[in-house]
């Protein structure tokens, strides 16, 4: 038997208590309601207008109350003063609810006010309010009545009576007599309200400071409640802006309204007008935020430590079958084996009335080809009960329809927690729901089974991308480049930082790439590695025997390092010679025992040789055996002059040779490249020349040798220029003649050999 049904077995023996409760003003008698049990439920505090009572399981109401099951505070000592509640006015009203024991139970709770003070509380209009299901919690659940309360036109000014009942799995009568919970009496003084007239003060609205589920409503009120009668109210909304356009809110008469159903946030306004003379004013106004659609992508993990108030849901998006009969939360642990697995917050299912019960995650993205693994903790009671099975469902929608059930115990049976788990696949990727199911038969004893640490994984044992890595080949030479190609994944992250699918590297020495490959729909990874073989290279170099030669010349060319070479002209032995005409550069390949290569350049500077020439100042090159000819060395820097007979070095140098001789002058440039060419000179016995000497023209010079005076002779009748020179070339005369015949006199000159040019024509003359 559990604790629950030994309370109430003792509490059944104390049988039932009729009381009654007297209205002081009009000496009503009003139907006895009371708890026949002192145990369990019990209201904590009421609070309306300037009402807030607080009681608790050692303290009751005045005469006629009992402990723990009637409260009358309509004569307590000391008093409860009844709060004024003006008709047409809205006002806040709360209730508490708690256990007067270890355990925390569920149900519901009514208020009533005897609006026409005629001693029943059935007439119409005089049920306030009438809870829906609620499990309250040891301390005490607050629970407000949403929209609060209105006191209607028709109410009868002055003390009237207000019960409140509340009472363990069902819904109480004003008369009903419940076994477990409590009723408490109160007067309130219904106030008739002063007309209103002219205009209503400055009012503004409230509204909930938390933002609302997509599709519910939100209570409305104003700030300041007026005390005067005569006032109208006209709700009006507006998704634009706080100042309008405005829009009426059908039925939203009230100082207290709720809003129609939301699905976008929307600003609030109410025109409040004194219906004496129909002035009126607009509230300024206020938002409602409404909350926006939910969706998660995996990992995803729900512990429900954010849902900040029993019977809240983690988020809008998350849906609940039947919520809070069935489908329960709890920020606290509570009795029968309800604790939370990890943090303070948890969900629950309740057994009765029998019935499949579900939470509905909201949407998550979840990827086609991925195996994803789900988990759900779940706690039943510790005696045992095998009436709760336990499901798990993946589905499009927040239903069963189109979903597959993927884990289940049954019976769940477990005293501490237990894991529901299983691996999944989706065929399509979208939008996906998660349903945990409490499936009870209704039947006793296992009231709960409690649930906790929601959480959809992508197990990577699972789900590992098969990634590979081919190369265009394993073995190179150094600093050969060689591409490797990743397959298998995604996105990849190499050894060397690239992130691309296929890199191209130049490794030095034998290097292992590794890359990393990530699947991008499970993220999940593999590493694969691919080892480059390196061999070495040859370290090859090439000289020059002679970096700079003279045209012509030759030079060594001569490579080290490898084992075998082939040069840019195709010679392939490791030393060549060359003979480039002008600047030159080798490159030799060099390759060693692996068949790397490496390659060197040698280059060559090639300077040009000098262009030499002769100058001399014998311009007929024909010399007496005793003449001194003076010879010039050009296009070079340093000469070298010789003939069979002599070896002279310099330029200028002076010759005298006794018979015709050919010199051969060799001339060095700056650079030390060496050129040559040759000189003739005739030499002729002047006495050889007899008397007359002429020309290839037909000029004639007589007689010759001479003492000094000769004539010359010219077929022409032109001008004729005649100069006189001696062997020095300095100009001893100069004349023109149209004369046949010239005679010139050398007489005052010494005896020599001395040069007559006529006008192109040169002839060696000889003075004795």
């Known amino acids: 038997m559990t604790m629950k049904n030994k309370y109430k077995l003792t509490s059944l023996l104390a049988g039932a208590l009729s009381l009654f409760s007297l209205n002081m ?23 309306v207008g300037t009402l807030n009572n607080t009681s608790s399981c050692a303290t009751t109401g005045g005469p006629g109350s009992i402990l723990n099951r009637y409260s009358n505070y309509t004569n307590a000592t000391p008093a409860v003063a009844a709060p004024v509640l003006v008709v047409g006015q ?5 209730v508490t609810v708690g256990q007067c024991n270890g355990y925390a139970y569920g149900g519901y709770w009514v208020v009533w006010i005897d609006y026409n003070q005629n001693g029943v509380f059935t007439d119409p209009g005089e049920t306030v309010y009438t809870s829906g299901y609620n499990t309250w919690a040891v301390a005490g659940t607050l629970m407000a009545i949403p929209g609060g309360i209105t006191i209607p036109l028709t109410a009868t000014p002055g003390i009237t009576r207000m019960r409140i009942s509340a009472q363990e799995g069902g819904i109480p009568g004003p008369c009903s007599n419940p076994t477990w919970g409590e009723v408490e009496d109160y007067n309130v003084n219904i106030g008739s309200g002063t007309p209103c007239s002219g205009t209503p003060a400055a009012n503004s609205v409230v509204t909930t400071t938390a933002s609302i589920c997509p599709n519910t409503t939100a209570p409305l ?3 300041t409640s007026y005390t005067l009668g005569g006032i109208t109210y006209q709700w009006q909304s507006s998704t634009v802006s706080p100042v309008g356009p405005w829009t009426p809110v059908a039925g939203a008469t009230l100082a207290t309204v709720t809003s129609p159903s939301l699905t ?28 926006p659609t939910t969706t998660n992508t995996v990992p995803y993990f729900e512990g429900f430590e954010g849902i900040g108030q029993t019977n809240k849901l983690p988020n809008c998006s998350w849906q609940a079958s039947n919520l809070p009969q069935t489908c329960q939360t709890y920020t606290s642990a509570q009795n029968q084996t309800r604790f939370p697995r990890t943090g303070t917050s948890f969900g629950a299912f309740y057994y009765s009335p029998a019935n499949n019960n579900y939470f509905f995650s909201n949407g998550i993205l979840l990827e086609a080809g991925v195996t994803y693994s789900a988990s759900v903790w779940y706690v039943t009671e510790y005696y045992g009960y095998t009436n709760w099975t336990a499901r798990m469902w993946i589905g499009p929608n927040q239903s ?23 691996t999944f696949t989706v065929a399509t990727t979208g939008i996906y729901y998660v349903g ?3 499936q009870s038969t209704g039947a006793c004893c296992g009231y709960y089974m409690s649930f906790d640490d929601l959480a959809i994984t992508v197990p990577c044992n699972l789900n590992t991308p098969q990634v590979a890595v081919t190369a265009n080949s394993q073995t190179i030479c150094a600093g050969q480049s060689v591409n490797l190609t990743a397959t298998g994944a995604d996105t990849y992250v190499w050894s060397n930082g690239a992130t691309s699918n296929a890199i191209s590297v130049s490794p030095m020495v034998s290097t292992s790439y590794n890359v ?15 080892m480059i073989n390196v061999n070495p290279s040859p370290f090859v170099s090439a000289v020059a025997s002679q970096p700079t030669i003279c045209a012509g010349e030759t030079t060594i060319l001569t490579a080290f390092g490898a084992n075998t070479y082939v040069w840019s002209n195709n010679a392939n032995t490791a030393i060549i010679s060359v003979s480039p005409s002008a600047n030159a550069s080798y490159t030799v390949i060099g390759a060693n025992s692996f068949g790397c290569t490496s390659n060197a350049v040698v280059s060559v500077v090639v300077n040009p040789l000098p262009n030499v020439g002769v100058t001399s100042t014998n311009a007929n090159n024909l010399a007496c055996p005793e003449d001194v000819t003076e010879l010039t060395g050009t296009g070079a820097v340093s000469y070298q002059w010789n003939s069979q007979s002599s070896f002279l070095i310099g330029s200028p140098v002076y010759i005298s040779p006794d018979a015709s001789t050919t010199y051969t002058v060799v001339g060095t440039d700056a650079n030390g490249c060496k050129n040559s060419t040759t000189y003739q000179l005739n030499v002729t016995e002047c006495v050889g020349l007899k008397d007359v000497s002429m020309t290839a023209s037909g000029i004639k010079l007589y007689p010759n040798p001479n003492n000094g005076e000769f004539v010359i002779e010219v077929n022409n009748k032109a001008a004729n220029t005649v100069v006189v020179t001696d062997i020095t070339g300095r100009e001893l005369l100069n004349t023109t003649s149209q004369n046949e015949k010239t005679t010139i006199n050398l007489s005052n000159y010494s005896s020599g050999v001395y040069y007559v040019k006529i006008n192109t024509e040169v002839i060696k003359v000889v003075k004795q």
Do not use: R, W
């Open 264 to 291: 976008l946030p929307t600003y609030f306004s109410a025109i409040i007008t004194c219906t004496n003379g129909n002035g009126s004013i607009t509230a300024t106004s206020a938002s409602v935020s409404v909350q």
């Open 90 to 94: 809205n006002y806040p009203m709360s």
């Open 516 to 530: 990393v490959g990530t699947n991008a729909a499970s993220g999940c990874t593999a590493a694969v590695s691919q």
């Open 25 to 47: 003003s009009a000496q009503l008698v009003y139907c006895s309601a009371a708890a026949s049990s002192t145990f369990d439920d019990e209201i904590f505090n009421v609070t």
């Open 436 to 438: 945990i199911n409490g």
């Open 400 to 422: 069963t329809v189109n979903a597959n059930m993927i884990a289940q115990d049954a019976p769940a049976v477990s005293p501490s927690y237990k894991s529901l788990s299983n």
């Open 221 to 223: 009120s104003l700030s």
